[in-house]
DNA sequence: TCTTTTACTTGCTTTTTGCAAGTAATACAA
DNA sequence: TTGTATTACTTGCAAAAAGCAAGTAAAAGA
């Protein structure tokens, strides 16, 4: 049901990253997924966006097929999904955290903890690290 | 004829970008302005990925409303219209070199440079810099 | 057994994208 | 000065994607 993919419109680095999360909604399931610790369906659904079960459901179907996410059963509940990142897509961190540093220091209202920028300003490496390894690096 | 923007989403940081830039052309925009030197609007038209005029049209009128780019009057040419990044829109490289960087090293068939990732890997805020001055960084 | 929960799917409307063609203003060449 | 290019768009229409509400199947829990 999910379409196959067009061939890439460039060989571009940069164009070959917006073919898989060019749009409103991907970047943000990676951002729960890296970020937030969310995994299953339900918890990306939780999020303050409401991104439609519709579009969850295809986004996650074609990250799969794009090599980042893979599918982990449950084994306490067999209800579950839990949807895990790939090694592509944790290497995508410094996206992340680059577009979270700009709307950090350009929204007027930004929600990010002064923490957040703070912790980017000292020690952009230490924090890349800190949020791979999921400590929370405002903390020590 | 540009739609009046929604209220954001939400306050995350990450989304204050995707609600700018999250769709599949506006980086590619931003990545001719920013790294390809383009400035008019026949430039932009003229990249690999081939974006219809009246998208471009559309996404530049956004990008002057959102203050990430201006037009600049070309004196030589009344036909002409130059449009020119601000400093916000400067502020947004390392997201671009960020992606760059992963769609390099992830992309089997990508076109982008080996000296590109060679200069990334090398030192990364030296290649941060080379670009922002407009330098090659490759040569030297 | 009945109610919830989880992970979706379906149907329908609205919005956005993509493509082809057209246009107005200026520049340039004969 | 007249005709041809060039530049920066706009317009119209078809196709694709997004958004919304409702529905469903399987498993869990009471």
Chains 1, 2 share one sequence.
């Not at 179907?61 to 897509?89: F, N």
């Not at 996206?95 to 350009?106: C, D, I, K, R, S």
């Not at 912790?119 to 400590?135: K, M, V």
Request: proline letters at 6%; charged letters at 25%; a positive charge.
């Amino acid at each position: 049901m999910v379409k196959t993919p067009n061939p890439p419109r460039s060989h571009c680095p940069i164009n070959f990253g917006l073919e898989i999360f060019g749009d409103k909604w991907t970047l943000l399931i990676l951002r729960d997924l890296l970020l937030m610790g969310k995994k299953s369906f339900k918890d990306f659904q939780a999020s303050d966006e409401r991104i439609a079960s519709n579009i969850l459901s295809e986004r996650l179907v074609r990250l799969e097929q794009s090599g980042l996410i893979q599918q982990q059963a449950v084994k306490a509940d067999a209800r579950q999904i839990h949807y895990v990142p790939t090694v592509a897509c944790r290497a995508l961190l410094p996206v992340l955290v680059e577009m979270a540093y700009w709307g950090a220091t350009h929204d007027p209202k930004t929600g990010a903890p002064k923490s957040f920028v703070r912790s980017y300003e000292r020690d952009r490496d230490r924090l890349l690290s800190a949020l791979a390894q999921g400590t929370d690096p405002t903390k020590s």
